[in-house]
């Protein structure tokens, strides 16, 4: 009979928990804002240093370098001296259009006064 253990996997860096890896990736306050930002036709490091919230610079680097590191988003050379990159999300980055739309749609019902999105995050049908 197999015993059972306490041992935690050790590809997890918390617990084998769904939401708590995924919040490791994206559970700041600044990474679905890039996320968003990408989506809504921001693609250099320029564009997303300029959104209103205003994220400092070395977090801003530190955000991309992690949510391309994951696989949420993908960076492109568009000039080479000195070298610039645009970037754009994965098929895994779009996965979470759905979950963005839905925290707006959260968002807007419990805090009066919140914009309208112009563009509601599109999601692909399960169809086929």
Known sequence: MPQITDAK???F?????PLTNSLEIFGDKWSLLIV??????KHRYKD???SPERIPTNIL????????FHGIIEKT???QKPVRYSY???DKGRGLLPVIREIVVWGQAHFEGTLMMTK???VESQDG
């Not at 860096?13 to 928990?17: D, G």
């Not at 968003?36 to 036709?41: L, P």
């Open 120 to 122: 509601a995050p599109e």
């Open 48 to 50: 997303f240093a300029q």
């Open 77 to 79: 050379p568009y000039q």
């Open 88 to 90: 754009e999300l994965t």
């Open 61 to 68: 680097a530190e955000r991309l370098r992690k949510l391309q």
């Open 13 to 17: 860096k918390r617990s084998a928990c």
């Open 9 to 11: 996997p050790t590809s």
């Open 36 to 41: 968003r930002d990408i989506y809504f036709g």
